[in-house]
């Protein structure tokens, strides 16, 4: 199974899909969802829908072309990181322009809700009053950071995340997609990385294999040599608490990484407060990471701090 023919099989499509055919599709649709590429393909599978009279059969013109982002019909802004003002007047003009290929036309907006308010409020008449079969679809990943009277005006749809399972069926690396938890772009993006697997096996050490303070500037030199990969490294380290407090609390069978083993040896070492406390320190590590204090010390003392909560709290 592909990616579409997942989309197409959700909740959210087979809506979109019913209004389609009945004619009462909205011409302003937002999209709100964590996971960027998926809300990007939604939209996308969205215009093929539109194009292709309710079906998005994947085969016509309309479809192959949409699908190659070689639709001339179906335009994606922003033209650089974020929509400016410049990219809505272009909307706005080119929304009064008759379709070349198809009988509708398509503006695809991502990351709306990165955009100025300036230039949100120059696509608000046109989303008030959008011109015959022209559509506009925006993504976010919030809709509070997409102004109220924008949101006002469109059809808002919350997507769901894919389950591991379905994502799975894509033939990723079956590590990317426990970390990506339910985010397809990300589960792809992890997939790609070479040393993914090391990275989680350096941040799974600390908890597993790290016993002694001694030991405590090897450990931080390996996660600091991959500086680069600091957030994912705080991030597996967020899921190997979450795993262990499970394994403690007597549901193993839910845990999300596969490292049942190393839990198994080392959750003797732990009670479940010292996790707890254990999460805050690391919370409180991310925060130093936002604000560029020294972090070689800051992962130093962490690693301490995880040895003395460790002892303190058995």
Known sequence: MNLYQMIKNTKDFAMLEKECKNGTLSQAILLQSKDGFYASEFAKLISMLILDNG?????????????????????????????????????????????????????????????????????????????KNVYLILTCSSFDMVLPTIRSRCQKISLEKLSEKEISTLKLDPLAVSIADGLVGKAIALSSKRNLEEVCENAVAVFCDLKHSKNVLAYAKKILDQKNDLPLTMEVMSFVIEDLIKIKSGKGELIKLPYREKYEACQGDYSVRALCEIALLLNKLSKEKLYNVNFTLAIENFLLNILEVKYLCK
């Not at 990219?87 to 100025?116: C, G, L, R, Y």
């Open 55 to 131: 079906n998005a059969c994947g085969a016509c013109e309309n479809c192959k072309k949409v699908v190659a982002n070689a639709h001339p019909d179906v335009k994606k802004y922003p033209l650089k990181d974020k929509l400016l003002v410049s990219d809505s007047e272009e909307i706005v003009a080119e929304s009064f322009i008759k379709p070349i290929f198809a009988d509708k036309k398509i503006f695809i907006v991502e990351n709306f809700d990165n955009s100025t308010d300036s230039a949100q409020n120059k696509l608000l008449k046109t989303l008030e009053e959008p011109t």
